[in-house]
């Protein structure tokens, strides 16, 4: 499937759980599309792939980076003698693709997934138009980025469903 190792857990840390629950999503809402990017069966391919799972983890993180998820956690501190609780709230993203996100996350609580999946079959696309092999993973993870915070801003885009990279996926 694609892992770096013998024990595929030491390939979450980057991406941690939200990673594995992605790559399930993918596989059971688009199996056709998540099978063909898993064999590799579209297109010309590098003699040196990009390893499928891998690949999924870096897709996840980020994602969270580009919609500055990161900040949306709490972060919970106990003093020395454990009587007083410090909460702290990050603020909300300060990006463009992540402020509309937002919006989109109010009307389709699976929003962060199907992102997931278009992004990783766009990632596939744009492997395949570049030629790209394993050593230019990054290159197209750059441009995979762009190309998502850009559909992410068009202002006809009211869900994650209306991407024009969308159409990419299949069931």
């Known amino acids: 499937m694609g892992w770096q190792g013998c024990d595929p857990s030491t390939d979450f840390r980057g991406g941690g759980y939200i990673s594995l629950e992605n790559l399930i999503f993918f596989a059971r809402n688009y199996p056709i599309s998540f099978q063909r990017l898993l064999h590799k069966i579209d297109g010309k391919r590098a003699e040196w792939e990009y390893p499928f799972a891998v690949a999924g983890i870096n897709i996840s993180f980020m994602l969270a980076q580009m919609l500055d998820l990161q900040k949306g956690y709490q972060t919970l501190k106990v003093n020395a003698n454990r009587q007083s609780w410090n909460c702290q709230f990050a603020g909300k993203p300060s990006t463009a693709a992540g402020i509309r996100f937002l919006e989109l996350l109010e009307h389709d609580e699976t929003a962060f997934d199907n992102l ?18 394993y050593m230019e993973f990054n290159d197209v993870m750059k441009s995979t980025r762009t190309q998502l915070e850009r559909e992410l801003v ?9 991407l024009p990279a969308y159409n990419l996926l299949t069931g």
């Open 116 to 133: 997931y999946c278009v992004a990783f079959q766009m990632m596939d696309a744009q492997w395949l138009a570049k030629r790209a092999s």
């Open 154 to 162: 068009l202002e006809d885009v009211n869900s994650v469903k209306e």
